[in-house]
């Protein structure tokens, strides 16, 4: 076998390269080959943490604002809803001075149902007297500032007496009138039953006293001694509270043909004597006196006028 060295002439047995074949196409119908979907990866379970920073990327300043607004807007409600009333108007909280206090229209100082009246809805207001009223007052009552001694003997029942507000009477004037006819020796604290005391502002607020005289205008009675029924016209009693009309006090009643002076001590005296336990009675016959706790305001029955317990 003969070799060649360097450039010389090749091996006859060498063959030449082949040309490149090109792959003719397919000469049969194209197949489809149905397509293979690539297997996606699990999507990743994210954390509390990862949801907290998705939620500020996106939302950015307003996922700080938001619950503050919230949280502020709470607040402002529950301090609306807890926040505490505030003082209603001619009540002590408006900083009047103790002089002048004022009782609210309250009436749960006695107990359930204590209500008593002189009632009769068949008769129409009548003014006998000279003297005018003021039919309805501011409707809050002012305490009559002053004490008065000791009145009587016996057991000792402390009293306030009130005015109505923007009724135009004097109330040192009316609070003498109920001091010397509580302290009369025909009147309850007769023969030593029992002794009586006006007593000012301070015991008012100290609640230390035992009922209270009040002089009310014939439109705000039904506010001071509600379901009683008075009409307008007539006293009242509602829990510790003897109430007087102030149109009875100026005018009086038919049957006591202007006697309006016997009339005030007849009120006071009856209304006086429910707070203390006593109830209506009749006329006992003609001619006869009235008891104190008859309802002389709608009439005598035959019997003669009488204002006190005791005569």
Not at 126 to 139: H, K, L, M, P
Not at 150 to 169: A, C, H, K, S, Y
Not at 205 to 210: E, I, M, P, Q, V
Request: proline share 11%; charged share 15%.
């Amino acid at each position: 076998m003969q070799s060649v060295v360097g450039g010389g002439p090749a091996d006859s047995r060498t063959t030449a390269p082949r040309p490149l074949a090109t792959r003719s196409a397919p000469t049969g119908p194209l197949v489809a080959r149905p397509s293979v979907p690539y297997p996606r990866p699990p999507a990743p379970v994210l954390g509390p943490r990862s949801r907290v920073r998705r939620f500020v990327v996106r939302y950015g300043w307003r996922a700080y604002a938001v619950p503050l607004l919230s949280l502020v807007t709470i607040a402002v409600l529950l301090d609306l809803a807890f926040a505490p009333a505030g003082p209603l108007e001619g009540s002590a909280a408006t900083g009047r001075t103790p002089s002048s206090t004022v009782s609210a229209p309250a009436v749960a100082s006695g107990p359930t149902g204590s209500a008593e009246g002189d009632v009769d809805a068949s008769l129409p207001p009548q003014v006998v007297g000279a003297e005018t009223y003021v039919e309805t007052g501011a409707g809050t009552l002012s305490v009559v500032e002053g004490t008065s001694p000791v009145l009587g003997t016996g057991p000792l029942q402390r009293f306030i007496v009130e005015v109505e507000d923007g009724i135009g009477v004097d109330g040192p004037g009316f609070a003498t009138a109920v001091e010397s006819t509580l302290g009369d020796p025909r009147s309850w604290g007769n023969g030593g039953r029992m002794s009586f005391q006006r007593v000012g502002t301070a015991e008012a607020l100290a609640g230390a006293f035992d009922f209270k005289v009040s002089l009310v205008s014939p439109g705000h009675m039904e506010t001071y001694c509600p379901g009683v029924g008075t009409g307008g016209y007539t006293s009242c009693r509602f829990g510790n509270r003897a109430v007087i009309n102030l149109a009875r006090w100026a005018t009086a009643v038919p049957d006591y043909q202007g006697d309006i002076a016997t009339y005030r001590q007849y009120v006071l005296n009856h209304e006086v004597g429910h707070v203390l336990g006593n109830g209506h009675q009749p006329c006992p016959g003609p001619g006869q006196l009235a008891p104190v706790m008859q309802q002389q305001t709608l009439g005598l029955q035959g019997c003669a006028k009488n204002a006190w317990p005791y005569p």
